[in-house]
């Protein structure tokens, strides 16, 4: 279980890696793009070298970028062709970079319902990794829930990958998202529960990385408010049951907290999951 932290890429990809040590992280997430923006600019190749050196020299592994917040595969048909060109943009990123996936929210279907916006959903997906690196995984986040998103059910995931039928569609779990959604992390029958039925509609084997977040949400919100590892409704021993899991032990997770000087994960948010994945004795 390597924890680390979605860390700023701000100055150059590399200076990533320098912020990664710095507070303690194992692994990582970055923007490779504006994630508010369309316009994508392709790193050069000695910003991929230099990324890659310090990525080596650091330890820090697996590597995932996040796709841009604007991605909706469920919206009209001009957007979904820049998001099919973003994802596209952002798996390219990745296999140069050395990463292992490309991290993104699938949208909202507007209003029509997740059987209305399916087929063009999956078709969009196919079309992504069409052109995408063999060897680097598109990977769905569930969503919180709120109003017409796509996700916030595994039932409503599951149903998708099988219908784009690609071995190299994974998920990230965002344990906040989860919560708000209406599954009960905050104790281990309830994980127990969340996660036989992840294993029944998506798989196991899918579960590529975790979005280790508290909640300032209670359950079933369907809001989406990340607060600081054990200071929200998930608390410290939401974290210990969902750690303890064994379906977990294997899976990098990554903070997306507020931090403690409101600037982002931060290494206190890091040592406390750390200090939890001593106290269960997981490697």
């Known amino acids: 279980m390597r924890l680390g932290a979605h860390v700023s890429a701000a100055g150059g990809l ?65 957007l979904v062709e820049k998001s099919v060109a973003s994802l596209a943009d952002h798996m390219s990123v990745a296999g140069r970079l050395g990463g ?3 991290i993104f929210h699938a949208g909202s279907h507007k209003g029509v319902g997740f059987e209305g916006v399916l087929g063009q959903a999956s078709a969009a997906l196919r079309r992504v990794l069409a052109s995408s690196p063999s060897d680097i995984w598109l990977i769905i986040e569930n969503s919180a829930g709120m109003g017409a998103h796509i996700g916030a059910s595994f039932q409503e995931i599951g149903r998708l990958i099988r219908e784009i039928g690609s071995p190299k569609v994974m998920v990230c779990l965002d344990t906040q998202h989860c ?11 309830g994980i127990t529960d969340a996660m036989d039925e992840f294993d029944r509609e998506i798989g196991l084997p899918r579960l590529a990385a975790v979005h280790a977040n508290d909640s300032k949400s ?18 410290v021993k939401g974290f210990e049951a969902i750690m303890g899991h064994p379906a977990f032990h294997d899976v990098p997770f990554i903070l997306e907290v507020p931090g403690f000087d409101k600037k982002g994960p931060d290494k206190e948010n890091l040592d406390r999951l750390k200090e939890i994945r001593s106290r269960l004795g997981i490697p």
């Open 14 to 78: 590399s200076k990533a890696i320098d912020r990664a040590q710095e507070m303690g992280a194992e692994t990582i997430q970055i923007f490779a793009s504006s994630p508010r923006a369309w316009a994508f600019r392709q790193p050069t190749e000695g910003d991929v070298s230099a990324f890659r050196k310090n990525v080596e020299a650091g330890g820090v592994s697996p590597v995932f970028l996040h796709g841009s917040y604007l991605v909706n595969v469920g919206g009209a048909a001009d």
């Open 100 to 102: 292992a996936g490309v």
């Open 179 to 189: 919560l708000a959604a209406g599954y009960n992390m905050i104790e281990v029958g």
């Open 218 to 235: 209670p359950l079933g919100s369907g809001l989406d408010r990340h607060e600081n590892i054990g200071d929200g409704h998930l608390g």
